[in-house]
């Protein structure tokens, strides 16, 4: 099982937009450039699949959206089911349980390039460096 990343940039269709104010050549060009990057990530998927791998795609609208990885994860989680015939349903219920739900959404911003990622990323490192208490003022019930 894989995710195949496909960044904003990934078919560069700011070409396609822009090939309408281009010379003919250069929008031919631009359009060829971007069906090329299509099919060779259909070849290789196709590949991959033959292989016997399956690749789910995955947009940064699909991890920047809140809740996005979980509910990529969780898809995930359903190929494998399906495919391997095993039963991921504990794996499934840690999706759902709060507070890790916000915890986990905000390590996965962190690790994602761009201003957000590093941006949420430096909040965190700030966060772990502030004192925590110490064991001594906990009480620990039994």
Not at 100 to 119: D, K
Request: hydrophobic share 35%; proline share 5%.
């Amino acid at each position: 099982m894989g995710i195949n990343y496909d960044g904003g940039m990934h078919y560069d269709l700011r070409s396609i937009a822009e090939a309408t104010t281009m010379e003919p050549n250069e929008a031919d060009e631009a359009l060829a450039a971007v069906r090329r990057a299509i099919v060779d990530d259909k070849r290789r998927d196709r590949d991959l699949w033959l292989r016997g791998l399956t690749v789910l795609p995955a947009t940064s609208e699909d991890l920047y959206q809140p809740r996005g990885p979980d509910r990529l994860m969780g898809q995930v989680m359903e190929a494998i089911e399906r495919t391997a015939g095993r039963d991921l349903s504990l794996q499934r219920s840690v999706l759902t349980r709060q507070p890790f739900v916000r915890e986990r959404q905000r390590l996965v911003w962190s690790l994602l390039p761009g201003e957000r990622g590093r941006r949420i990323s430096q909040q965190l490192v700030r966060e772990l460096q502030r004192p925590q208490g110490h064991v001594e003022s906990c009480i620990i019930a039994l």
